[in-house]
Structures are given as structure tokens and as C-alpha cells.
């Protein structure tokens, strides 16, 4: 199921540090700090602003002897840690320390220069000119040019190109020709000097400049072996990544740490803390923090967890309303998920208020759109909520022809309705898997659970096409259209919709907010009658950072990515 990868991996184009994908955030758990600080403050009432640490002596030991390292958890990567080759957005996690992007976006997630000086865009929006800064290079202190850049954009086109980064929604010229072996180059790809390329489309799109403007690879590692056709050669190269971002890779071992050392060649001069480290050690993550093995984690939004937080005493919380949304995945190669009828009664048959507002105490909310409320573009004008209904599943699933059968399992040509519904291991996933099987029964479906302990793991799983349903979560969405992009006829796999593929083509081919707003609700609509996902739920975090941590700014889009190279231990 390659395309429901593509959506895991979005944001590694331009930089982001995703959200953890295929799992809900931890809950907060172990024994409590003796002498508890006193807490007033309630989760709903919370702001954006950071709540200081209440008391830093409270600091552990751990945290103390660290002076030059910052610590943060990450579920295992798959080692892909070339951008546009990610086999997960965990991947996407260590890319973007490693690489960087020549547009990222700011807090509010408008685009803003990174290794980009500055860009112009043609009056017909066709055209992209970027200026790149001077004295640009990578890690292991090679030059970084526009011949880089033009390299990174060529190999995206390669006819045996098969990772998450779709360039041909950006429609350069020639671009397909390329791809096809009609043409030695790409027309529109035109590098006037080393530090200025020009890109050519020939169709107007809205993310075409964070896509165009996504992370680099430098032509002397990446394209040394390159013979169009052939990209197996880059597999080697993960492991081995070569980047312009913050950080180099020392040492990545799997199950413990991926650590990293910063990289004295960063255009905005080598960061201030020498060495970051990804603990991907799976165990309590309340309990890292709490003993100073982890600098920084995030957690569900509960008053609970507030509550244990505020109670270690050192450490800084911020919430953060995530930009991703959570969903169930249909498998639409099988027969009877063809039927939408068959798919809404899955939908009405699952108590997800229950699940997703009672399990999680308040810290998520039921998603029926794929964009969560932060988004401009998020509405729910004429969305049916599929409010839990098991009278209406019934009828739809007798509509379609599935007859109550034996054992209470409904049948249709001989054939028992029965869902494999996977997912990540978590707390919050047993809690599902206890109410939706209770919920399923009682329409007349065999709900049939498998958990995983590793997103890849997980991942594998569903690429095989064994199940009926798969539980993940998307990156952090800047724009609408990346919420969207795996539902169009192209990239669905099983999945189709023309009015659907219209009005995602329509919502990419226009620049005005306010007209893509109008796109996106029909669209939004449009799903909704005919659902390719169960749209689960919005997520509330609590971002929590050891207070010796300086400078860290983490934020709805980009995580804790572009705090990087900023923070300073004190």
C-alpha cells in the first residue's frame, strides 16, 4: 500500500518534524514525584504559552551530566534517511536534522527562505526563480549549488523513482518526457548560475513552491552513480546520508538511539549544542523524562497527565493542537469496501464519540474531515457527523445484501462479514479494539484485531493487503492538499471518485485562499458521502522539555525541526 506511505511522508519536503504516525501519544504513567508541586492550572483553559518549570533544582542527575546533548524520543525509523526514499515518516523524522529544505515555513505556516535566499514567481504563476544563499554546502564540506538542486528534481523523475515525493503534480515541463526516455533532460528545469535555478510549469499549483523548494541532495554523493533508470544504487546511501541541514549522523542503533553531531558546515554557523540524540528505546516515556534520560516528549492533552507533568517540577509544557488528523484505513481492493453503503455503516456502527472523547479524556475530538481545525481551510458545513448509529449501519449493511447469519455474523453469497483491523500497539489502541469489536458484534460483523509493537512492523503489514482496516495518523498538514492527495483515482489504489479527483485538481490549480476555501468544502462534502477513510480524530499534545533546554520554539507545523540549530543548554 505504497500511496497510504506517500501520506506518512509529505512533509519530509520541505523539513518538518512530523508527528508520531501509526500510534496515539503516550500516556503519561509511573510513580508520581514525592514532593508534588501544587497545580491549578486546568488542561481545558490552557493557552499556547509555555508554562515554566516550577522547580529546577527538582532537576535529575541524568539531565545534569549532559551539558552538550539534547535528547529526544522517536518510535524506530526504518533507516531511509534519504529524503524523497522515506519508508516512514519516522524516517522523515532524522531527515530533516540531517537535510534541509530551500523553503520551510514559519509558525503559521506561510513559507519562508531557508537555503533559498529569496524566490520570485512568473506573473502567469507558472514560472519559480529561486536565488540561493552563498556559500551554501553540505555536510562533508562540498559545495551545494543550483546544479544540486536541478539534480535532486531530475531524479524524482526518474522512471524508476518509487518514493513518496509525487513531482509530477508540480507538472514541470518535460518533466514526463524525461520519465519516458523521450528526452535527455527536463526542459523546465533551467540552471541559469550556481546560485540560481528557474523552474518552469505548465500548470498552475498551490504547493508547487514548498514542493519545487524541498531538501537537496548533493549531486557529487547522490548522482555519482546515477544512470537514468536505475536508483537502486541510493539504498546504499541511507544509512551514509550526506545533508545541508544542522546535524550529521554518527551513529544510528536500531532499538536504542539514532545520535548525531552538529554539522560545522550549516549555513547559519554550527549549532550551539554539539550533539542530539533520537531515543528510539521503546518503554515508558513518562519515566524518561521523569529520570532525565529524555530532554523532550510529547503527550496526550489530559488533566492527568498535566498534572503528573507539573509535578516533576522541571520541566517546560506548551499544548500544541496538532495540524495532523487520525484515520482508519479502508482496504479498497477488497469486493465489499467497494460499497460505499458498506463502508458509512462501518462508520455509523462505530461509537467513535465514546472512543475517541472518553478514552482519551478530552484531549481528542471526532475528525470527519481530512484537515484538523487549525487549518484555514477546515469546515464542517453540510458534513453528515455519523453520529453513532447502529440502526442505520444495520440497514445499510441489509441494504447492500449482508443478511444476518449464523452465530449473528452477517453473510452475503456464502460469504461472512469479517473486518482485520490493525494497528499500532498502545493503550489507547486496546481501548479501541475493546469497544469497536463490542460495536461490530452488534451489527452482525466479526471484528477480528492485530497489533503490532513497531510502526514498520505495522507498516509491512498493510503493504502486504492482509486486512480490512489499519489505524494511522498523518504528518503535520500545512496545506489542505496534502490531507487529500491519496484519495484521488491516481494514488488511492482501489479508491475512486471523479468528482473527488475534479475538485482535488481544482483546489491545486488556484493561488486565492478564499476560492480554494469554497473547492475544499465541496470536496470535504463530497468525501463525506463517499468515505475513503473513517476519519477518526484531532489530537491535543502537551509538549514537555527539560527547563535546562533553552530556546526551543516547538509549533504546530515543523515540531521542534528548526529549533535545532538555536537551543542552548544552561
Known sequence: MAKLIRTLVLLSLIGGLL?????????????ESAAAAPVSTSVQHLGTDVIPASDISKLPEAAKKRSDTFVAGLIEPSGAFTPHFHQSGYDGNVASVLFAPLVTVDKTGLPIPLLAEKWEISPDQLTYTYTLRKGLKFSD??????????????????????GGTDIFQTHIKGGLAYKEGKADTIEGIRVIDPLTIEITTEQVNATALLTLGGMVLSKAYYGKDYVPGHLDYIRELHAKPVGAGPYKLEKHLPGQEIRFIANEHYFAGKPQVERFIYKTTEGDTFQFLETGEQDFASFAATQDNLEKLQRLGFVNLQLNTSSAYGYIAFNHHKPYLKDKKVRQALIY????????????????????????????????????????DPDKAKQLLEEAGWKAGAQGIR??????????????????????????????????????????????????????????????????????????????????????NPTVDKLIQEGLGILDTEKRKEIYKKLFQELNEDPPYIFYSYSKLLYAYNARVQGLEPNPYRGIATSLPSIRIE
Open 411 to 496: 453473510e452475503k453469497d456464502g460469504q461472512k462479514l469479517v473486518i482485520r483491523y490493525l494497528s499500532s500497539k498502545s493503550k489507547n489502541s486496546d481501548a479501541f479494539i475493546a469497544i469497536a469489536k463490542e460495536n461490530y458484534e452488534a451489527i452482525g460483523i466479526r471484528f477480528e484485531p492485530e497489533q503490532f509493537a513497531d510502526f514498520n512492523s505495522l507498516r509491512a503489514k498493510v503493504e502486504g493487503g492482509d486486512y480490512d482496516l489499519a489505524s494511522f495518523s498523518t504528518p503535520m498538514i500545512i496545506d489542505p492538499a496534502y490531507g487529500v492527495a491519496d484519495f484521488s483515482t491516481e494514488e488511492a489504489e482501489g479508491y475512486s
Open 349 to 388: 456502527g462505530l461509537d467513535r464519540k465514546t472512543i475517541v472523547e472518553g478514552v482519551s479524556q478530552g484531549s481528542a475530538q471526532v475528525a470527519n474531515v481530512p484537515v484538523a481545525p487549525t487549518s484555514w481551510a477546515y469546515t464542517e458545513e453540510g458534513i453528515n457527523p455519523y453520529d453513532y
Open 19 to 31: 508527528a508520531g504516525c501509526g500510534a496515539q501519544p503516550p500516556a503519561a504513567s509511573g510513580k
Open 141 to 162: 564540506g562540498s559545495p551545494l549549488t543550483a546544479d544540486d538542486v536541478a539534480f535532486t528534481l531530475t531524479i524524482l523523475h526518474d522512471k524508476s523513482y518509487d
